[in-house]
């Protein structure tokens, strides 16, 4: 696997150095800073590109080009909008980048509940508690008809857990999962983000399901002509979360995905922290089924309970079978002759990174600790019948 990190851009504590230190020949980025929507220029792409390439590396994956609420949804001056992901597209062409990952989540990007969570051994990783949720839904926001979301034992858990907040963590939980995380293009207030979820109101599975279907049909054609391979993100996580529906979550949405906009250039992001965290995916047979559309890899490894709770563990470690699947990924590369971009997700804090300020998730320390266990774990399977 071609071996990459993320990269926020110039003002990313990770310095493209770090990451070329830490042996990655490849970066994911994005030109976060301009506004959602918005036409992707080609001088500001060609001018990201060379501070890439002048430190030796190479802009591997767009990560990501945002898709705007009014796609998800079709309001407002949606098709406007769709024409100008269609010209993004052929722009990051143009200057030779052709791999875009995207996701179809309403709203917010990946959530958490806890950015810092401590574990045992003093190291720091991000952390996703159903209670906390709960409890920021039914008695922070106050969402109409959030309690008969979630079962009432999780009801339960949540009041207590919310009675027992003071002040300081009911704000630190609400800029948790309300602010701009990475990924994410704004953040909000509570009065915003309700409106945010009212306009979803309508927007159920099936309905989203559709809109996503019918973005393809106006953006695959010119990502055919540009050669350019669309790799949709899984939901994170994998299941409905604040009311809102989710159509990535599973092998049976690849599936639907793949077939009713059948494209060698429409495919996934197989990223295993995402999809591992429902214990009912089966990582190793999906590479099996969908590994021809399978355009760009996140390796992470999520450790969860049947409450659906879940905490970032080593890459390693966990719930993912990762010697199976990075097994699985090595033979898929060998059977299409391809090497395929893999970047390392989700490090945790540690050493020094626990005094730096860093991108929830993005420290230098612990991704460079993940790509080292994922190359050995490469290394091994490559080397073991030698």
């Not at 504590?13 to 230190?21: A, C, E, F, K, M």
Request: aromatic share 8%; with cysteine.
């Amino acid at each position: 696997m071609e071996q990459t990190m993320r990269w926020y851009g110039p003002n990313d504590p990770v310095t493209l150095s770090d990451i070329r230190q830490a042996g990655a020949t490849g970066i994911v980025t994005a030109l976060h800073e301009i506004p959602n929507g918005e036409v992707w220029e080609r001088k500001a792409i060609r001018e990201r590109k060379k501070i890439i390439e002048d430190t030796g590396l190479r802009w591997s994956v767009v990560e990501s080009v945002p898709v705007h609420e009014h796609i998800k949804t079709r309001s407002g001056n949606f098709e406007k909008l769709i024409d100008n992901y269609k010209e993004t597209i052929k722009n990051l062409a143009s200057e030779g980048i052709n791999i875009i990952c995207y996701n179809f989540m309403p709203i917010l990007d990946w959530i958490r509940t806890e950015l810092d969570h401590e574990l045992p051994n003093g190291a720091k990783t991000l952390n996703f508690e159903i209670r906390a949720l709960a409890a920021f839904d039914c008695f922070i926001l106050k969402r109409q008809g959030a309690k008969e979301s979630y079962p009432p034992g999780i009801i339960k858990k949540a009041k207590t857990y919310y009675e027992n907040l003071d002040a300081t963590a009911i704000e630190k939980l609400k800029r948790t999962i309300l602010d701009n995380l990475p990924g994410a293009e704004i953040g909000y207030t509570l009065e915003e983000f309700q409106e945010a979820l009212d306009s979803y109101q309508n927007i159920d599975a099936p309905t989203l399901e559709k809109n996503l279907r019918l973005f393809l049909n106006e953006v695959l054609p010119v990502a055919e002509e540009n050669n350019v391979f669309l790799a949709i993100h899984p939901d994170d996580p994998p299941y409905p979360i604040l009311g809102l529906p989710r159509i990535m979550s599973t092998a049976a949405d690849i599936k639907r995905i793949l077939s009713e906009n059948d494209s060698p250039n429409n495919g996934i992001t197989f990223c295993t922290g995402s999809l591992g965290v429902r214990g009912d995916n089966n990582l190793v047979q999906i590479i099996k089924d969908y590994g021809d559309h399978i355009h760009f890899i996140h390796l992470r490894s999520t450790r969860r309970d049947a409450d659906g709770n879940f905490y970032e563990a080593c890459h390693l470690e966990g719930d993912v079978p990762m010697y199976g699947v990075v097994k699985e990924i090595l033979q898929l590369q060998e059977k299409r002759n391809k090497q395929l971009p893999m970047r390392p997700d989700h490090g945790q804090q540690l050493l020094n990174d626990l005094d730096i300020k860093t991108n929830p998730g993005y420290s230098g320390i612990g991704r460079l600790n993940g790509l080292a266990e994922l190359r050995g774990l490469m290394y091994g399977i490559l080397n073991e019948n030698a």
